[in-house]
């Protein structure tokens, strides 16, 4: 399947291929394994696999966000490494989201440094660099009605904490970024919202010529491309042997606290007969 707009883009596709790279020699599971529930996933590769879970769930997300909104996803920049997990146009301006993992973290932004579980981060200057690079490619095109707005979002903090709004970036919990983005004040209008939709939605503006047909090497042979809509087929299926696994050990760690715990008990009456 090949694919004209840029929005069709499957969300997590960047991290699924990077996902795929580092697993594909990676040792088949034994029953052995699978009954216990051995995880699938590569050391190298867990991170990756974080990154396109938490991409394709905020995906959902901003799926749901109403006309006139229009996202992009997995937006490649041109510059390695780097790329526009999720690339919002609407009502609210031009916003680049960053999407980082907290989960369970304290993230804080004190004097316009931000800190994770009292560690600094550069994800500002990150999310900066990112939104600087959009307003680069629209400027070839366009002049900018509004300027680009980088966010960055984090998965499942424990809170967050802004005790200084930093100048450019806006640091949002992810569960709550639809909500967010429909409560900004109104700063770009339907007709230069087109216009931007137009400019982004384009292939040929981030140097993509084929959305959905062959994307990245990702199998042995450095030669053999893979469609996209193949990728993410195969990044669901490793998910579904992801999820297999936790729910595999899930099961045993609960059949071991069952055993602690009713073994004593049965036990009860035959320690009662030899007191008596």
Do not use: N
């Not at 901003?62 to 009502?91: E, F, K, N």
């Amino acid at each position: 399947m090949t694919f004209t707009l840029m929005r069709h883009r499957s969300a997590g596709l960047a991290a699924a291929i990077e996902v795929l790279r580092l697993q594909r020699d990676a040792p088949a599971r034994l029953l052995f394994g699978r009954v216990f529930g051995r995880s699938t996933l590569t050391h190298e590769a867990e991170a990756w696999y974080r990154q396109a879970t938490a991409e394709i769930g905020v995906g959902e997300t901003l799926a749901r966000l109403p006309t006139p909104w229009t996202v992009l996803h997995s937006v490649p920049t041109g510059i390695a490494g780097h790329q526009v997990d999720h690339l919002v146009i609407g009502p609210g301006g031009i916003l680049t989201v960053v999407l980082r993992h907290g989960t369970g973290d304290d993230i804080s932004v004190p004097d316009g440094v931000l800190v994770v579980d009292g560690s600094a981060r550069s994800y500002l200057a990150e999310a900066e660099g990112v939104a600087r690079r959009v307003s680069e490619v629209i400027l070839t095109r366009m002049p900018l009605a509004t300027p680009v707005r980088p966010v960055l979002a984090f998965v499942e903090p424990r809170v967050i904490t802004i005790r200084e709004k930093t100048a450019c970036v806006d640091v949002v919990d992810a569960g709550e970024l639809g909500g967010w983005l429909q409560a900004l004040p109104p700063v770009l209008g339907e007709a230069d919202a087109r216009q931007v939709v137009a400019v982004l939605d384009s292939p040929t503006t981030w140097d993509v010529t084929d959305i959905g047909g062959r994307v990245e090497p990702i199998d042995a042979d450095p030669g053999t491309c893979v469609p996209a809509d193949e990728i993410m087929a195969r990044f669901r299926a490793l998910d579904a042997d992801v999820q297999a696994a936790i729910t595999a050990r899930t099961g045993w760690r609960v059949a071991g606290y069952a055993a602690l715990v009713v073994g004593p008990i049965a036990a009860l009456p035959y320690l009662l007969d030899r007191v008596r």
